[in-house]
């Protein structure tokens, strides 16, 4: 029989974790972009210290996917929150509901420890991730833009 089967990842697994995070951009057409290494990997979700955490999807005790996420805080509901950062499947392995066990898992982590939310971002040109969060009874945002300093503009900033 076979089964999909969510788990925590451990430091062990963060060279399959830098392999999807590039299969997811690639996927988003954004390769160039990763800057992430095996070694950062290892330093931030798994430090100690760190607020991030990642799980595996298998299937047939196989790797297929991942997810990464890190609790936040909404004043307004005086509770914590849980921000999904990346979900991803390998795209031989969609359509076995694997992208659903990894909401589902997250869902219940955050009822579970009475998170007042459960979020994510997904680009606007990405329509079958789109049609699978409306599906699952998730509600876009649209009153709320995501603003963001990085690189460049962030050293400058920080600097003035």
Known sequence: MT???IRKANIED??????FIKELAIYEKALDQVQATQESIESTIFSED???KALIC????EPIGFAVYFYNYSTWLGKKGIYLEDLFVSPNYRNLGAGKALIKYL????YSEG???FEWAVLDWNEPAIQFYQSIGA???SEWIIYRLAGDD???FANE
């Open 154 to 156: 962030l050293e400058k």
């Open 58 to 61: 298998e299937y047939n005790n």
């Open 115 to 117: 998170c007042g939310r």
């Open 14 to 19: 963060s060279a399959t974790i830098i392999q």
């Open 139 to 141: 509600k876009p945002q």
């Open 3 to 5: 089964e999909i089967r």
């Open 50 to 52: 760190s607020n991030t």
């Open 107 to 110: 869902a219940k982590l955050a």
